[in-house]
């Protein structure tokens, strides 16, 4: 943590007064506030330009301003922060203009920001999509999301889509008020009433069938973070023991590998023709040196305490459950104990790579397809989720709780001579 505070004065956060008192392990901090440098009505010409120019300012500041606050979340839900992308290195928020609106920004008439009503309200509007991206990143463990990097605020219509995702930019459409001011929406309205449901992916061709597949693809969303926060459980797990394989001889070193092997790596052969990992390892682990025998160890640990594999093995899950049901047209069941979630899916032909990070597809093959029957089952602890297809012709279970574990001994054992 010492290396942190340091990092911490780089985005907006300073040490709190006490710091001198506490531990390396207990050092805390507190957000600088980003201040907005307003520009005043002085019968400029181009006022609306200076005040959208000064509310970007604004807003990098603002979103720099949250990184110790993202980082106290972070920590308590055991995540390494110094792994975890800062938050103003992960997104940007764009007040929008006729350059980067779609719907031509302030080019209308009346279309401007020339009063301090609606000056006040579009930094509001800045600070609530701060929150929703803050919020976001929270619950991608500090990993920023594949779909978009950016998120524009544009004027618009009172009709219309609120949000639009378009590339790598997402669009927050707030209208105008009819009093003069701008209605804004808060991070909920961002989070719980567009996102979520799915609604920037209305301008999408077959926009309302991608919706019902959303809840599997939603970096933030329930499904992902319960599936993420149960691989990143079980590599922390594993973490702990291979940590503690340190001091051992070499004789208890050879049998808690070989064990930890036989309880991690999957028992699937690339080939009829090649072991499975799990054999190939225990053979391995069998006659092992004892410098192969460290770095495996060594060398297992390093993809287990990671963020954004954890999020690429989620990824890697999802795709297989997807691209499963396409060649299949199969029932999917997503089953986590504590919730129930049901959704009714119509399958389409969409690449929704562009919902994934690059990355994933290295852990693909170790998502195991343990059999074929009727449903697709995905199982992990957190809840229950359940999206049926019209036509059903044949189930898969589907499991993502060794994918992490596997490949990062498969690495390891490519770097260590096995």
Request: proline share 3%; hydrophobic share 40%.
């Amino acid at each position: 943590m010492a290396a942190l505070g340091l990092a911490l004065a780089n985005v907006g956060c300073a040490p709190a007064d006490d710091v001198s008192a506490q531990s390396a392990d207990q050092i805390e901090c507190v957000a600088l506030p980003a201040t907005l440098e307003r520009v005043e009505d002085e019968g400029q010409a181009d006022l609306t330009a200076q005040r959208v120019a000064s509310l970007n300012d604004y807003a990098d500041a603002a979103l720099a301003s949250r990184q110790c606050e993202l980082e106290t979340t972070l920590e308590h839900r055991d995540v390494d922060v110094r792994q975890a992308v800062p938050l103003a290195d992960a997104y940007r928020v764009v007040v929008g203009n006729e350059a980067t609106c779609l719907n031509g920004g302030w080019l209308f008439a009346r279309r401007n920001l020339n009063t301090e009503g609606r000056y006040a309200d579009m930094k509001t509007q800045v600070d609530n999509v701060v929150e929703f991206l803050k919020q976001l990143h929270e619950d991608t463990h500090g990993i920023p999301s594949a779909i978009f990097d950016t998120v524009t605020i544009c004027p618009s219509e009172v009709f219309g889509n609120k949000m639009e995702l378009v590339g790598p930019t997402l669009y927050v459409n707030v209208p105008f008020a009819q009093l003069g001011g701008i209605s804004t929406f808060d991070a909920q309205d961002l989070r719980a009433d567009m996102w979520t449901p799915g609604k920037h992916l209305e301008v999408f061709e077959n926009g309302d069938k991608l919706k019902a597949l959303w809840p599997l693809f939603d970096p933030g969303g329930t499904a992902r973070y319960a599936l993420r926060n149960g691989i990143a459980q079980r590599a922390l797990g594993l973490l702990a023991r291979l940590i503690g394989l340190d001091g051992l001889d070499v004789g208890a070193m050879r049998a808690e590998l070989q064990q930890l092997a036989k309880e991690n790596a999957t028992d699937i052969s690339p080939d009829e023709n090649a072991p499975s990992l799990r054999a190939r390892a225990q053979a391995f682990f069998a006659d092992a040196t004892p410098e192969q025998l460290t770095c495996v160890a060594s060398h297992w640990q390093k993809d287990l305490d990671d963020p954004e594999a954890w999020s690429q093995t989620s990824e890697a899950a999802v795709a297989t459950v997807y691209k499963e049901t396409a060649r299949n047209a199969l029932n999917v069941n997503v089953k986590q104990d504590g919730w129930v979630v049901v959704g009714n899916t119509h399958f389409i032909h969409v690449n929704l790579d562009i919902f994934l990070s690059g990355g994933y597809e290295r852990l693909e093959r170790y998502v195991e397809i343990e059999q074929v029957e009727q449903n697709i089952t995905w199982e992990q602890s957190g809840f229950v989720v359940v999206y049926t297809i019209d036509d059903i012709d044949v189930n898969v279970s589907v499991s993502a709780v060794r994918s992490l574990q596997s490949a990062s001994l498969d690495q390891a054992l490519n770097r260590c001579g096995g």
